[in-house]
Nanobody, 115 residues
Framework: QVQLVESGGGVVQPGGSLRLSCAASGTLLRYYVMGWYRQASGNKRERVAFITSDSTTDYEDFVKGRFTISRDKAKNTKYLQMNDLKPEDTAAYFC?????????WGQGTQVTVSS
């Protein structure tokens, strides 16, 4: 059974940085296109970035130039380096495949950007 576990969130001041990790159990998702998503309180979940099996990446405009997605295939782990964080980046962050598979949503990791 696939399990995705996100970690690395926290409270940071505007302009700060965080690095999120997403560890996947099993090998099923190792060659999937994987993405990071986020959901702010009261809002719909939205995609932030994705990475393909050959490490091609793409980002939504609102994080482009500030966030970097990467993956370590050997560890079956995905990362999201977030720099120059803004208050509007405050949300719970999740990883999942692209498109997302409902059964694979994890608990997410909370990122709060506040002075």
């Amino acid at each position: 059974q696939v399990q995705l576990v996100e970690s690395g969130g926290g409270v940071v001041q505007p302009g700060g940085s965080l690095r999120l990790s997403c560890a996947a159990s099993g090998t099923l998702l190792r060659y999937y296109v994987m993405g990071w998503y986020r959901q702010a309180s009261g809002n719909k979940r939205e995609r932030v970035a994705f990475i393909t099996s050959d490490s091609t990446t793409d980002y939504e405009d609102f994080v482009k130039g500030r966030f970097t997605i990467s993956r370590d295939k050997a560890k079956n782990t995905k990362y999201l380096q977030m720099n120059d964080l803004k208050p509007e980046d405050t949300a719970a962050y999740f990883c999942n495949s692209i498109p997302p598979i409902d059964d694979y949503w994890g608990q997410g990791t909370q990122v709060t950007v506040s002075s």
